[in-house]
């Protein structure tokens, strides 16, 4: 472990939003994709504020463009599936050029592209600007349970390890002159991979034989100082996400 | 299966965030009594689910078929330490790689974290007590453990779709899609889930909790390549057999599954076809009867893809070597 809390989605930097407390910022996304979520996907002038908040946010995030647009890219499946729905949807349909599309299928296609792309640019800016230590802290703060944040600070710790492992492993095996093929190829990458779990497992029992005898109380120390958070702070990470809860309910109420 | 952020309505995804969020807390309490060494262990099988699933396999043209995990995760670690796992994977996932909506969390938990955990972990549990007890056995036990959990996931989604989906699309056909496809992927994931599984068990047998009190004796450590182009061969009847039974129960009762208005549900032939394919709209032309159709359709499509899967590869495979 190279001491480097930085994770695949984090860019480096210090924005306004970078120093806003993982807390505010967790909280922020919460609300903000609940009040996407719950907006009529036809009430068009809700959805434009939504696209308004994530823009502004990202400018102020300092996100560049790029990485932000390849980022958004583990969209694809879904858009994948909703695109199929205006072939597959049921009538009415009209016509558009040689194709016929189901409406409620356009309808629905629109609403899973749209929020899923908004939902997946805010968690992509809070991902960027806020670091794993900052997250879990935030998560702990916002009430989740201790066990399941130090449970998944202790995965994220060691996920690059394992992942670095499973990566020599493979490097090994093509040295030996082993090259992918189907079939052929899942039975010794299952195989490494049985290896890799029981190194994994037996990894975990070390650690936790390392973290017995430092006097491992049940908490995870936490090795910044985090002062409390400011009302000034909460509103200001709160405030783009209050202003799509406020065009939700706009929407929700009008149509 | 990881769901996005809008996909399934706000009220629906509530709904199962509450209930994931029981299911997990019940899990932490268990889990925590089980073993006291629960945050390394549990923080290092989700590290190890993590890896795993990033080992792609192509089913078809635009489906990433990864494994999931959960039957593997329930048979190497218990039921409750396997949905902690699967739930801080899809946490992170969500949080770190914006993969999967924060709002749908509580679906991707339940599908994927709960469903396809529960249901490995009776499956293999019930299977290895009525079977043989040697390791080739539990292998075999696991396999279908596997790839039975994919499908009910897929179920799980399909069941969540009916009631708070984004509608379009009717009911049967997103059905038919859903589990023709995850049937493919459940191939995958138990080929994987058994090799991994054996050997482990080759090793440290000790380690898996799903063979904990069963007394196993030692076979072959890893199915032979042949042992896997059979479970290939039997995987595709059952994923055919899924879509001949499986698919026609949502059409003549919708009302089961169905808490939104599906209007037209499967009159396909009274509609123009979307696009004029020998397929179209999920039926196959020149047959009347709508319910053959749509199984007809069905069984094409899952060879079809299945074939497209395997000329991928074969096109991947020819492009390495030269």
């Not at chain 1, 480097?4 to 120093?19: D, E, I, K, N, T």
């Not at chain 1, 407390?21 to 009529?40: M, S």
């Not at chain 2, 007394?215 to 057999?241: E, I, K």
């Amino acid at each position: 472990m190279s001491g480097s809390h930085a994770h695949a989605l984090y860019f480096h930097g210090h924005s306004a939003v970078h120093r806003l407390p993982g807390a505010v910022k967790l909280a922020a996304l919460f609300v903000y994709v609940l009040a996407v979520v719950a907006t009529p996907p036809t009430f068009f002038p809700a959805m434009v504020v939504h696209v308004a908040v994530l823009l502004t946010a990202l400018a102020f995030s300092e996100l560049p463009v790029g990485f932000f647009l390849r980022r958004l890219l583990v969209d694809i499946p879904f858009v994948l599936f909703a695109l199929f729905l205006p072939l597959v949807g049921t009538a009415p349909h009209i016509e558009v050029g040689f194709l016929s599309l189901s409406v409620p299928g356009l309808y629905a296609a629109w609403n899973i592209i749209v929020k899923a792309t908004l939902g997946v640019g805010a968690s992509v800016i809070v991902g960027g600007t806020t670091e794993v230590p900052e997250i879990v802290a935030g998560l702990e703060r916002l009430r989740v349970p201790r066990l399941m944040t130090a449970i998944i600070s202790s995965m994220v710790r060691y996920m690059e390890v394992v992942g670095d492992e499973f990566k020599r492993a493979r490097i090994a095996m093509e040295a030996r002159g082993f090259r992918a093929r189907w079939l052929g190829h899942a039975r010794p990458l299952a195989t490494s991979a049985g290896a890799l779990f029981i190194r994994s497992y037996e990894r975990g029992e070390r650690v936790y034989q390392a973290m017995a005898a430092r006097g491992f109380t049940g908490h995870m120390p936490d090795l910044e100082e985090r002062g409390p958070i400011s009302p000034g702070q909460w509103a200001t990470g709160l405030a783009p996400a209050a202003v799509s809860l406020v065009a939700a309910a706009a929407a929700l109420l009008l149509t | 299966m990881h769901i996005p952020d809008g996909f399934i309505n706000l009220g629906t995804s509530a709904a199962a965030g509450v209930i994931s969020a029981a299911t997990v807390g019940v899990s932490l309490k268990k889990a925590s009594q089980e073993h006291d060494r629960i945050i390394p262990m549990a923080g290092l099988t989700a590290a190890f689910i993590f890896a795993l699933q990033m080992l792609n396999f192509p089913v078809g043209a635009g489906v990433s078929g990864h494994l999931l995990g959960g039957a593997l995760a329930a048979v190497l670690v218990g039921p409750w330490v396997g949905t902690l796992v699967m739930s801080v994977v899809l946490i992170v996932q969500a949080l770190l790689i914006a993969d999967g909506g924060l709002s749908a969390l509580g679906l991707n938990v339940l599908n994927m974290g709960i469903v396809a955990v529960w249901v490995g972990w009776l499956l293999f549990r019930g299977l290895t007590k009525a079977l043989p007890k040697t390791t080739g056995w539990a292998i075999v036990s696991s396999m279908l453990a596997a790839f039975v959990s994919v499908v009910a996931a897929a179920i799980a989604f399909t069941i969540e779709y009916a009631i708070g989906g984004q509608g379009g699309a009717s009911l049967s056909t997103v059905l038919t899609g859903m589990v023709g496809v995850h049937a493919l992927i459940g191939i995958g994931e138990a080929i994987i889930t058994g090799v991994v599984l054996g050997a482990v068990l080759a090793v440290r047998p000790d380690l898996v909790a799903g063979v904990e009190g069963v007394d196993l004796a030692p076979t072959r450590s890893a199915p032979s390549a042949r042992a896997v182009w059979a479970f290939v061969v039997g995987g595709m009847v059952v994923a055919l057999a899924l879509v001949f039974f499986v698919a026609p129960l949502a059409d003549p009762d919708p009302d089961g599954l169905n808490f939104v208005a599906i209007d037209t549900g499967f009159d396909h032939t009274e509609q123009p076809s979307p696009i004029d394919t020998p397929l179209a709209g999920y039926g196959v032309k020149g047959i009347e009867d709508d319910r053959v159709g749509t199984i007809t359709a069905g069984a094409i499509g899952t060879v079809v893809v299945f074939g497209i899967g395997l000329g991928l590869v074969a096109l991947v495979r020819r492009r390495r070597t030269a």
